[in-house]
């Protein structure tokens, strides 16, 4: 019923005739009716294909919590050693905790991090551990999403999933990130770039492709200077 020429997934490679609403703000344009893509990731997998040369490049790629379509299209590309991971997702291929991953250090060219470190008790932990999983010269590409406020909310007595529903809106967030979440990415031994990706793109192209507004992709590098 969604099928038409107006708008176009890059992730599934098809057509519709809308991209559908999606959130508790009913975002316009934002769910692929097929796939089951947001803004974000048909974003993410421009940035990867344009930027990243992911279908070129030999590189050992970790992807946190994966998204199912984007799995499979990053499976299917020869030229990566691919693994997935995640705490309790059945479709990742290793089971693991992003505070203490499993993996030797500079194991990966490549981190995905989209939309996870909001849920993890210590991301200080995590980040940590994903800068020592990231080779020397590799890439940690976060997305997450940022709260009007300038500074990270984070309530030490919202405990329970109930006090967290109440402190942050979902049961099972630990803290809600603001236009600091940059800043709390260097602190732990990161250079860090915004870059709003859409914006490479058309107002036509955007609406085309379904990419949202102000959708940042934080591309994180080894500092020179370690942890601060």
Not at 12 to 21: I, N, V, Y
Not at 58 to 81: D, G, S, T
Not at 101 to 122: E, G, K
Request: one cysteine or more.
């Amino acid at each position: 019923m969604y099928l038409g020429g107006k708008v176009y997934c890059p992730l599934c490679e098809t057509t519709f005739r809308t991209f559908l609403p999606f959130g508790s703000e009913r975002r316009p344009q934002a769910l692929c009716p097929r796939c089951h893509t947001l803004e974000r990731h048909r974003l993410l997998w421009l940035y990867l294909q344009e930027q990243v040369k992911i279908k070129e490049r030999p590189l050992m790629v970790l992807h946190m919590a994966p998204e199912p379509i984007l799995q499979k299209r990053l499976k299917n590309l020869p030229n990566l050693h691919y693994r997935s991971a995640d705490l309790t997702s059945p479709v990742a291929m290793d089971l693991v905790d992003i505070q203490a991953l499993p993996y030797p250090t500079a194991s990966f060219d490549l981190i995905l991090c989209s939309h996870v470190l909001a849920h993890v008790p210590n991301d200080r932990q995590a980040l940590q551990e994903l800068r020592r999983v990231l080779t020397p010269t590799g890439q940690l590409l976060l997305q997450a999403r940022l709260h009007s406020h300038a500074t990270t909310v984070e309530n030490p007595n919202a405990k329970t999933p109930q006090q967290r529903l109440k402190a942050y809106g979902q049961a099972d967030r630990f803290r809600n990130y603001g236009h600091d979440f940059a800043q709390r990415v260097a602190v732990q031994g990161f250079k860090v770039k915004a870059v709003e990706y859409a914006n490479s793109r058309t107002p036509e192209e955007q609406a085309w492709l379904g990419l949202g507004n102000h959708e940042l992709i934080f591309v994180a590098t080894h500092s020179a200077h370690g942890v601060a």
